[in-house]
C-alpha cells in the first residue's frame, strides 16, 4: 500500500521562490499504517512504516533567539530528570535546535544522554565559574540534541560563587552567548532551593513544572510557586510559568484523579493535557543511555513524550518563542498579556 504524504509537503521551492521568504527545513518523523496482507492461517494485520516530512517556518531562521525554560520542583523523584532528557529529544525531533543544561550535581541528564560523568571535562561547573566559555562545553550527542553535563565538582559550585560578582546571574550571562544558536535551551534544575537553582531560574523565561500525582507533591508545588514568585520580584521580572504536567500518571486511582482536579483549579490553562504514565520502558532507558524516543520508539512513554513535545511546541509558536520579541510585544501591550504567576 502507497504511504499517505500529508498535504502542504509539495512544491515548497516553488512557493519559496514566490514568498521570497527565509525558510527553515525541519524533519518530522511521522507514522503511518499500512495494511499488510495475511499470511497463511493467521488474520490480517498492520504495517508501521516510518516517513519524513518537512516543515516550512518562514522567517525563523533569520532571527533565531531561543526560549529558556527550567523543568523545577524542589522535591525530589517527581520525574524532573526524566522529563528534562525526553522533553529535549522528542522536541529536537519535531526538527527544533535543542540544548539542554544539566545543573544538577548528580550528572542524571548527562549519562541519560549517553555521556559518562568522567568524560566530562568541561561542564556546567566550568561555566558558571567562569573558566570556560558555554560553547567550550557543549556536548554534540547522536540524539540531535547538544548537552552542558556536569558531574560531582558542580557540588562545590554554590560555595564558590558566593564571593562571585553577580552570582545569581551567571548561568543567565553564559548561555546569552549561544542563544542565538539554538530554538530551545532546557535547564535541568536540582531538587533544592540553592544557589544552583537560583541560577537557573534567573536564566529562563519559564518553568515547567513536573508533578507526580500524590499529597506530598502539592505541598511542594505550593512552596514552589512561592519561591517563583520572590524570584520574579527581585531577580528576573520576565518568569512566567511554562506549564504544569503531570508525572506517573495513573488514571485508576483515585488519589490521581483528585489531585489533578486540585491543580487544575490552581493553574487553570496552564496544566498540559498530555500526561505521562508510569511505565517500566521509561524507567529503563537511562541505564542504556538513550532517551525514551530512542530506546523505545513505539512505546507508551514514548508516544506520550512526543505528544508532550508537539503540545509543547504548539505553544511556543516562531513568532512568540523569542524572548526579546516577546518580551517587546508585553510592553506593547500591559495588559492584554499576564503571567501566569500573577493570576496564581
Do not use: W
Not at 206 to 223: D, K, M, N, R, T
Not at 282 to 287: D, H, V
Amino acid at each position: 500500500m502507497k504511504e499517505n504524504v500529508p498535504c502542504g509537503t509539495r512544491n515548497f521551492e516553488e512557493k519559496q521562490r514566490k514568498c521570497g521568504q527565509a525558510v527553515q527545513k525541519a524533519s518530522l518523523m511521522c507514522y503511518t499504517k499500512g495494511q499488510r496482507k495475511p499470511a497463511e492461517g493467521k488474520t490480517a494485520g498492520f504495517d508501521h512504516k516510518m516517513f519524513h516530512v518537512e516543515q516550512n517556518f518562514p522567517g525563523e531562521e533569520a532571527e533565531r533567539v531561543a526560549k529558556i525554560v527550567a523543568i523545577a520542583n524542589q522535591k525530589g523523584g517527581v520525574g524532573k530528570t526524566t522529563t528534562a532528557v525526553n522533553l529535549s529529544s522528542c522536541v529536537s525531533a519535531l526538527g527544533k535546535k535543542v540544548l539542554i543544561v544539566d545543573l544538577d550535581p548528580q550528572g542524571n541528564t548527562t549519562t541519560g544522554y549517553g555521556i559518562p560523568k568522567r568524560s566530562v571535562d568541561v561542564g556546567t561547573y566550568e561555566v558558571l565559574i567562569g573558566e570556560a566559555e558555554p560553547d567550550e562545553a557543549i556536548r554534540k550527542t547522536e540524539f540531535r540534541t547538544d548537552v552542558i553535563g556536569s558531574n560531582t565538582r558542580l557540588a562545590g559550585a554554590g560555595l564558590e560563587m558566593i564571593d562571585l560578582p553577580g552570582r545569581e546571574s551567571r548561568l543567565r550571562k553564559a548561555l546569552a552567548k549561544v542563544q542565538k544558536d539554538y530554538d530551545f535551551i532546557f535547564i535541568d534544575c536540582p531538587p533544592s532551593l540553592d544557589l544552583l537553582t537560583l541560577n537557573g531560574l534567573c536564566a529562563c523565561d519559564s518553568v515547567l513544572i513536573p508533578i507526580q500525582c500524590e499529597y506530598y507533591a502539592l505541598e511542594g508545588l505550593s512552596e514552589l510557586i512561592s519561591t517563583l514568585k520572590t524570584i520574579r520580584k527581585k531577580y528576573n521580572p520576565h518568569l512566567d510559568i511554562e506549564g504544569v504536567v503531570f508525572t506517573m500518571f495513573s488514571g485508576r486511582l483515585n488519589l490521581t484523579l483528585q489531585v489533578v482536579e486540585q491543580v487544575k483549579k490552581y493553574f487553570g490553562s496552564k496544566v498540559y493535557k498530555t500526561t505521562i504514565p508510569r511505565t517500566i520502558r521509561i524507567s529503563e532507558a537511562p541505564s542504556y543511555g538513550q532517551p525514551i524516543n530512542f530506546y523505545e520508539p513505539k512505546g507508551k512513554g514514548s508516544e506520550a513524550y512526543m505528544d508532550l513535545a508537539i503540545e509543547f511546541v504548539k505553544n511556543n509558536r516562531p513568532h512568540d518563542a523569542a524572548p526579546k520579541r516577546r518580551r517587546k510585544a508585553a510592553e506593547a501591550e500591559p495588559e492584554a498579556q499576564k503571567n501566569a504567576l500573577e493570576e496564581v
